[in-house]
């Protein structure tokens, strides 16, 4: 293979990457703010687009922050897109930093465990936990009424950030 096809296969690869680089921002209070311009609306749920540098295109994600119930200065967001490719589809959260990485990131839909998933890399404002979505997991989030992601401080003390998933089959449905 030569070294074109290899650097075009690592963009379209990064490009998602590039993309939650780009869709998310921190203020002061560390609360993540989306970026990019809204294209819908769905219950709490936004569709975003941006094309994000070095993209062929526009890429756009399913997005939702929120606070924690108790302390509304540790956010959480939640982006769900597709992969430049279009043959993944990734669900990416941005948690606050500080949080026990080994802990990784719990889930609950509605009051059913679904797992934890580990956190991938760091950047300057937060920690990404990355879940590759099977379509048991889409038919979860869509048929559900809300979404608890569980974040660790300590090995004893989760922080639970309830959210809604009303609207979410609709953006799901909506993403290009």
């Not at 094309?51 to 939702?64: H, K, S, V």
């Not at 990404?128 to 979404?147: H, I, S």
């Not at 959210?163 to 953006?171: P, Q, T």
């Amino acid at each position: 293979m030569s070294l074109h096809r290899h650097v075009r296969r690592f963009v379209r690869l990064l490009a998602p990457l590039t993309f939650l680089l780009t869709v998310v921002t921190f203020s002061s209070a560390d609360r993540a703010q989306a970026q990019g311009a809204v294209r819908s609306v769905h219950g709490e749920w936004q569709v975003r687009c941006d094309t994000p540098p070095g993209a062929q295109g526009e890429q756009c994600a399913l997005i939702q922050s929120v606070t924690a119930e108790d302390r509304a200065n540790i956010g959480l967001t939640v982006i769900v897109l597709k992969t430049a490719d279009k043959k993944s589809r990734l669900m990416r959260v941005v948690a606050p930093l500080g949080v026990l990485l080994p802990s990784g990131l719990g889930l609950k839909i509605d009051n059913t465990d679904i797992g934890r998933a580990g956190f991938v890399r760091c950047l300057p404002n937060g920690c990404v936990a990355e879940v590759v979505m099977d379509d048991n997991l889409v038919g979860q989030l869509t048929k559900g009424q809300t979404a608890t992601f569980i974040i660790f401080q300590t090995p004893e003390e989760g922080i639970g950030f309830p959210m809604s998933l009303k609207g979410f089959g609709d953006g799901y449905a909506k993403l290009p």
